[in-house]
């Protein structure tokens, strides 16, 4: 009796450590999620930006990096850069960077496809694509244009849930935007899924993994807590990103 008795206390315990997490399975990044920043055709800054985490271009060369200052290893491998604290790699570095750099990047088309993809439960053209001063739970969001943050907008949810929200035109938060995240919600957890182009204005604030087929813009003072992989160019001036 004391066992059973005992067995059903411990079995209690557990259900109540039990969490269920909310919102859509995560969009699995394969590689790509090895890189802070990961562009096809060029990454440029207008100093001095604030860059944490490794960033790459592929199939470009490290030509199209520019603003950077690189400075090339010894094994030519990768390069530095006084505002990247990581390393920086290019398609024409030497072996095995080339192969490394197209596996990520078919990651990052994977992870995009399969974003673009999702359907199920989708909550549909929530205002219409103007997302000033909303505040989304957990889920999939759609957007059959494009979505606008003039002033603030607010993530909700655990460490354990996700948000996808998948825009079929342009992204764009104004100058001085905010999007805050609450009650533990994990800026890695939240993938912005955009087929236009997006343009983080100046002095804003954002947050999420950025899967965009065209280009993605940080203007003046800008920050991203999160990730930029773009299928076109990166363009940053004196801007802050960090995962």
Known sequence: MFAI?????????????????????AIN?????NFVILAK???TTVPASAITGNIAVSPANSGSITGFSLVKIPAGTSATSTQVVG?????????PTPSTLTTAVLAMQAAFTDG????????INLGAGNLTAQTLTPGLYTWAS???????????????DTWILKVAGTLSLASAAKVTLTGGALAKNIFWVVSGSVNVGGASSFAGVVLCATSVTMVTQSTLNG???????????????HA
């Open 41 to 43: 055709s060029g990454i």
């Open 146 to 160: 494009g979505v606008n943050i003039v002033t603030s907008l607010t993530l909700s949810g655990s460490a354990t």
């Open 87 to 95: 390393s920086v790699f290019a398609a024409d570095f030497t072996s």
């Open 227 to 241: 990730r930029i992989l773009s299928q076109t160019a990166v363009a940053l001036q004196k801007a802050t990103v």
């Open 29 to 33: 990044l394969g590689t790509a999620g």
């Open 5 to 25: 008795k005992t067995f059903l206390a411990l079995s209690s315990i557990a259900a109540i450590n039990v969490v269920f997490a909310l919102g859509p399975p």
């Open 116 to 123: 673009n993809s999702r359907t199920a439960s989708a909550i």
